[in-house]
Nanobody
Framework: QVQLVESGGGSVQAGGSLRLSCAAS????????MGWFRQAPGKEREGVAA????????YYADSVRGRFTIPRDNANNRLYLQMNSLKPEDTAVYYC??????????????????WGQGTQVTVSS
């Protein structure tokens, strides 16, 4: 069982930056695939970025590639989402997710077992 707690959401103007943090419980964090997802009002939850084990490519949605990065700190059981050049269309609730082992489709919602409660990100124009 893994518990995930997100923090770092808030309101920012377009062009600004935010860093989301996800704290994970348990002592096998390094063996989990981790991802960030988001859900805007009236829309389905979508994959934003995901990171697996060394040697596997990091996943980024086309809409965020080049603006977002997903650093991972295995020593402290932390996952981050560094968001730069934010746009109003990035406004959503952002969720941290985890799955044991290597997921084959890191951008898919159904690839993950554990979810955080979400944190709101609002980008104003």
């Amino acid at each position: 069982q893994v518990q995930l707690v997100e923090s770092g959401g808030g309101s920012v103007q377009a062009g600004g930056s935010l860093r989301l943090s996800c704290a994970a419980s348990g002592n096998t964090y390094s063996t989990y695939s981790m991802g960030w997802f988001r859900q805007a009002p009236g829309k389905e939850r979508e994959g934003v970025a995901a990171i697996r084990m060394p040697g596997y490519p990091t996943y980024y949605a086309d809409s965020v590639r080049g603006r977002f990065t997903i650093p991972r700190d295995n020593a402290n059981n932390r996952l981050y989402l560094q968001m730069n050049s934010l746009k109003p269309e990035d406004t959503a609730v952002y969720y941290c997710a985890a799955a044991s082992g290597i997921v084959a489709a890191p951008g898919r919602v159904d690839a993950y077992t554990y979810w955080g409660q979400g944190t709101q990100v609002t980008v104003s124009s």
